[in-house]
């Protein structure tokens, strides 16, 4: 059974830092895309960041503040999130299992469970 496990969330200042973690197990994701979502209050889920072979893509939102990357030997990848503002404020996703980088949910097989971050003003 695929799991996708997120830890690394938690409540930060405006200008803070924060990295999120993702473990996959029960498959491996070497050769498939890995990537991040995010979903606030009221809104929908939001492509966030992502990292194949290919490389790593942002959203413009994230751009220059956040940094994806991943483990390939731990099966892990990792969010992390410099200069963060309240609009940054939601539950992010891990995803994975994208044959190549996507920026819809749609894409990707697999989620984890969320992580709150919540960045206060």
């Known amino acids: 059974q695929v799991q996708l496990v997120e830890s690394g969330g938690g409540l930060v200042q405006t200008g803070g830092s924060l990295r999120l973690s993702c473990e996959a197990s029960?498959?491996?994701?070497?050769?498939?895309?890995m990537g991040w979502f995010r979903q606030a209050p009221g809104k929908g889920r939001e492509f966030v960041a992502a990292?194949?072979?290919?490389?790593?893509y942002y959203a413009d939102s994230v751009k220059g503040r956040f940094t994806i990357a991943r483990d390939n030997a731990k099966n892990t990848v990792y969010l992390q999130m410099n200069s963060l503002k309240p609009e940054d404020t939601a539950v992010y996703y891990c995803?994975?299992?994208?044959?190549?980088?996507?920026?819809?949910?749609?894409?990707?097989?697999?989620w984890g469970q969320g992580t709150q971050v919540t960045v206060s003003s």
């Open positions: 995803a994975a299992g994208a044959r190549n980088i996507g920026v819809v949910a749609g894409a990707y097989d697999y």
């Open positions: 029960g498959r491996t994701f070497n050769r498939d895309a």
């Open positions: 990292t194949s072979w290919s490389g790593a």
